[in-house]
Nanobody, 127 residues
Framework: QVQLIESGGGSVQAGGSLKLSCAAS??????????MGWFRQAPGKEREFVAT????????NYADSVKGRFTISRDNAKNTVYLQMNSLKPEDTAVYYC??????????????????WGQGTQVTVSS
């Protein structure tokens, strides 16, 4: 089981940037054994996939809506995963959640496949 805490959310104008962080802690397995992912949930909508990154950070997967604008990365030595968000659009407005899955694949993109979730951090993009 992994405990996750997101930070870095805030308000930004369209075209701006934000960088989210997710601090992870586990007493069972090394964080390097966990797939890490970012999801988001806008008001009135279901939680949706944003990005995943493999255990070592050598492979990534992005939703089409954020590809080319967002970059997921991880620093296992710091037990932290990041989401750099550039060229933000109003439709990116949502609560962003960090999630993990032990030995998961970067193709793990549905919420019900994850058991570890952070509390979420709000990202608001104004036009």
């Amino acid at each position: 089981q992994v405990q996750l805490i997101e930070s870095g959310g805030g308000s930004v104008q369209a075209g701006g940037s934000l960088k989210l962080s997710c601090a992870a802690s586990t007493r069972t397995f090394s964080i390097s054994s966990y797939l890490m992912g970012w999801f988001r949930q806008a008001p009135g909508k279901e939680r949706e996939f944003v990005a995943t990154i493999s255990w070592s950070g050598d492979s990534t997967n992005y939703a089409d809506s954020v590809k080319g604008r967002f970059t997921i990365s991880r620093d296992n030595a710091k037990n932290t995963v990041y989401l750099q968000m550039n060229s933000l659009k109003p439709e990116d407005t949502a609560v962003y959640y960090c999630a993990s899955k032990y030995l998961g694949s970067i193709r793990t993109t549905t919420t019900n496949m994850y058991s570890d979730w952070g509390q979420g951090t709000q990202v608001t993009v104004s036009s």
